[in-house]
């Protein structure tokens, strides 16, 4: 079975950083697109970051800039390097995996991680 577990979430002051990664089993994630989402209580889930199964990213406007994406596809682990937080970018992030590898920027994740919490003040 597929399972993606997140790590390397905590607690940080703005303007700090933090290193997320996502563990995938059951999944080669140099296959698809990847992608971290974020979500806070009572908001729709955001869309943060995808990456392909070419290396291509994309971003939202929100993190451009402060955050990257990458994946190692011999360990297969999917990182969300998150620079410059802002209290704003509170939330869990989860990871996802999609079943296709194009086009990346859609919701359309088959595979999902429990999240962890990032919580920037």
């Known amino acids: 079975h597929v399972q993606l577990v997140e790590s390397g979430g905590g607690s940080v002051q703005a303007g700090g950083s933090l290193r997320l990664s996502c563990a995938a089993t059951g999944h080669t994630i140099s296959r698809t697109c990847m992608a971290w989402f974020r979500q806070v209580p009572g908001k729709e889930r955001e869309r943060v970051a995808t990456?392909?199964?070419?290396?291509?990213?994309t971003y939202a406007v929100f993190v451009e800039g402060r955050f990257n994406i990458s994946k190692d596809n011999g360990k297969n682990i999917l990182y969300l390097h998150m620079n410059s937080l802002k209290p704003e970018d509170t939330a869990k992030y989860s990871c996802?995996?999609?079943?296709?590898?194009?086009?990346?920027?859609?919701?359309?994740?088959?595979?999902w991680g429990q999240g962890t919490q990032v919580t920037v003040s």
């Open positions: 996802a995996a999609s079943l296709v590898s194009f086009p990346c920027w859609t919701n359309e994740y088959a595979y």
């Open positions: 990456i392909g199964s070419t290396g291509y990213t």
